[in-house]
């Protein structure tokens, strides 16, 4: 049984642990690299960063309350957007913040250094690291309170030197305000968005705050409007009372700001170096403390082994979890360039900020039962879009090493799904099936347009070959009957005759007797037709080409004709079906032939994913109609999940309210030929989609349609839809996303 946390954090160490995860290194290092890339401009930076963060935040706000659980926006991400995205962002994060206070120690020893000589930096970062596990190991409640005592400490140190400094500025230092214009903004934006980055980490323990309606929504908003309040009036001042040139290039820009104020001196520094350690350290504290809850998540969902799930029965705190974010963080401490390392972080946080945000939509989209937040993001959902869209264009902008270091972490996470998480986790996020639900309503949608009919004058052509016999020309207007007559179209029987190249066309348009028997023999088959009916033959060098042009000067909707016997020969010189796919104007139906006394079911295969095209839908429901006979739609599911069964079956029964005859639904558990083979084999009519083949990759591995169609005796319909296009390498791993487990 899993063992819960203890709710220990009450709303001050909320605001705490919130503002302790953002003040560090980006207050007390970026202005001065900052003011260098926008000048002035730099204050309203920070403002402007401040803002790109509330949609994130407040969407952290309302999941965190309706999911108070360990793990924050990793859980978020996973029950949203799916356990690949969620690995992703839980093993990213974890690893983030578990760079980030190991910046965060190392660079408060050289702080610390200032004031205490330290003979080595890394040992004393370790030291320290070490008291910090300690304390997280031993209760929340005592980590919190370490984490309130030193961001009051840490912010009153910070207010007194705003106030001590304001009155000492020179307004001549703020002009020319926009030194560096609007792309200097944006760069200093990008650079000091890192400032807030730790704003959403106390989602991560959710779990462990008292009353997570109030306090969770509140806490991040106070948090986020003081930290944001506090970091504008400290770069305010810094601009205000350094030189541009100095406070461009220093990494102490505070410590440089109170130095030269008559009456403060070095007691100043002191405080500024008190308040830079005790910023830093507690990042370090609040990075162990929220870093340690994402591998507890991870573990709780099978995504990690099961022993950082293990909770100390006594201090109700995650151990294993604890000890191995700390122990990490000790070994980069010693082994790794923390420095360089830790700066890749910042896009990855971004995305994380865009997921998020996408979470949200998810969850509220897709109306799920569960889903109740006590907290509800006001301005939904353009707030999240804003922040979905802003994040993308912040990303696009920033530098090489952060989008790299995104792109690693990205592969590290679906590497480690695939070969560890894969075959342990059975579910979907929301957005999959809010997706894949829409996806059927598009489908829906697009049959119901098509069942409404066509156009009037719209032509049925059937294409007749000059070996055609009687038996073919029968069957193709016996299917092309009831479509013609549903659509009040016209059919048009054309007769194509193709002689040698070295025979002159007009050597052979005199009427033979085989020409005046087709034409016979068409007049009796149409007597009893109640549709128009027109006659004709063509002759020509290039079938394929006269088809084609023929169907594109007598403006054909439906072209139906014989289909070509499949061989891998064919394939390799090329089939004329194929040319004529790629450049006739309209939609197709290639028939193949086989034994047929009556039609009382109709089996329509579909594949890749469960939505048919609409015009087989259409030509389906057409031919049954006339002859009294049921549909039945045959998916191959695979692996599908309960909630892709469920999107079936429905879109299964929206056909069978929009469909003239009955309408069934089969499921197959198995994508096999064989068991395809054998569900439709009681079905006397089979209809399947066909597209243009390649000759390299259908010759090595043909089209399923192409497998089942000739294995079996009913005569096959191949339909090929004027939309239908030969499927990206992206179209397979979407449909396997959506409708697979």
Partial sequence: MTKDLERDLGLVPVIAISMGAMIGSGIFILPGLAMAEAGPAVILAFLVAGLLVVPAAISIAELGTAMPEAGGDYVFIERGMGPVAGTIAGLGTWLMLMFKGALALVGGMFYLDLLFWLPSHAAAAVVLGTALIGVNLIGVKQTGRLQS????????????????SITHVQSPRYEPFFTAGYSGLVGATTMVLVSYAGVTKIAAVAEEIEDPGRNLPLGLLLSLCSTALLYALIVFVLVGTIDPVQLAGTNVPMADAVEPIPGLGAPAVAAIVVAAVLALVSTANAGILTASRYPLALSRDELLPKGFAYVHPRFSTPTIAILATGGAM????????????????????????????????????????????????????WLQLFGIVSGVYVISQMDTLPLVGAVGITVLGTGWYLWYASDRVDREGVAVDAVRREAGRKFVRETERQLAGSEEGEEVMIALRRDASLLEENRLLQLAAPIARTRESRIRIVRFDEVPDQVPLEWA????????????????LVADLDVDVAVGEIVSHDTKHAVVNYAERAGVDLLITRADPVSRLRTLFGRDTDWIMEHTPCDIVFVQEGALESIEEIAIVTDRSPFNDPLKVELADAIASAAGARLRFVYAAGDASDRAEET??????????????????????????????????????????????????????????????????????????????????????????????
């Avoid at 840490?154 to 106030?163: G, R």
């Avoid at 995305?351 to 939904?380: G, K, Q």
């Avoid at 066909?690 to 169609?709: E, K, N, W, Y």
Wanted: hydrophobic share 50%; charged share 25%; net charge negative.
């Fill in 149 to 164: 005592l030193m961001v009051v400490v840490m912010v009153i140190i910070l207010s007194a030197f705003v106030a001590l």
């Fill in 330 to 381: 000790l070994f980069i401490i010693v082994a790794l360039p923390v420095e360089e390392i830790a700066k890749t972080a910042g896009a990855f946080q971004i995305l994380v900020y865009v997921l998020v945000c996408a979470a949200l939509i998810a969850f509220r989209e897709r109306n799920v039962e569960w889903y109740d937040p006590s907290f509800e993001s006001p301005a939904y959902p």
């Fill in 509 to 524: 348009t005199e009427q033979s007797a085989a020409d005046v028997e087709f034409e016979r023999r068409t007049d009796e």
């Fill in 648 to 741: 079936i079956r429905a879109y299964h029964d929206e056909l069978d309210d929009r469909c003239e005859v009955p309408v069934e639904g089969t499921i197959l558990r198995s994508g096999e030929v064989d068991e395809l083979v054998a569900e439709l084999a009681g079905a006397d009519l089979v209809m399947l989609t066909t597209v243009t083949h390649r000759r390299l990759p259908d010759l090595l591995f043909s089209q399923r349609s192409d497998r089942i169609a000739t294995r079996l005796d009913q005569p096959v319909l191949l339909v090929h839809s004027r939309r239908t296009r030969r499927s990206t390498f992206l179209e397979p791993v979407i449909d396997r996303v959506l409708f697979e487990r």
